[in-house]
């Protein structure tokens, strides 16, 4: 079955870094979008930022753009996440999702697969 696996989550100091990385299997990696998505607590999840099949498309949030970096490495079936210039209002668990028609979409709707998710805390 289809699994996705964050990691790299952890407490952090404002205008500190992180880098999450989201491990795929399951499916075919390479052929699939993918996403980051967060939620704060008592929020509704957002988009963060998004990566088409090739790599060669890239979506942000506003919020994030400047700041966060996504990329992948379809040899290893991963999708990772710099975080860079981090803020408080960047606490939230971060999710990675996968969606089959590999645009790199921006609705949490449209994507097929949730990772569990990994914790980000950053401290003012």
């Known amino acids: 079955q289809v699994q996705l696996v964050e990691s790299g989550g952890g407490f952090v100091q404002a205008g500190g870094s992180l880098r999450l990385s989201c491990v795929a299997s399951?499916?075919?990696?390479?052929?699939?979008?993918m996403g980051w998505f967060r939620q704060a607590p008592g929020k509704e999840r957002e988009f963060v930022t998004s990566i088409a099949w090739t790599g060669g498309k890239t979506y942000y949030a506003d919020s994030v753009k400047g700041r966060f970096t996504i990329s992948r490495d379809n040899a290893r079936n991963t999708v990772n996440l710099q975080m860079n210039s981090l803020k408080p209002e960047d606490t939230a668990v971060y999710y990675c999702?996968?969606?089959?028609?590999?645009?790199?979409?921006?609705?949490?709707?449209?994507?097929?697969?949730w990772g569990q998710g990994t914790q980000v805390t950053v401290s003012s």
């Open positions: 399951g499916l075919s990696f390479s052929t699939y979008g």
């Open positions: 999702a996968a969606e089959r028609l590999g645009w790199g979409r921006t609705k949490g709707y449209e994507y097929d697969y």
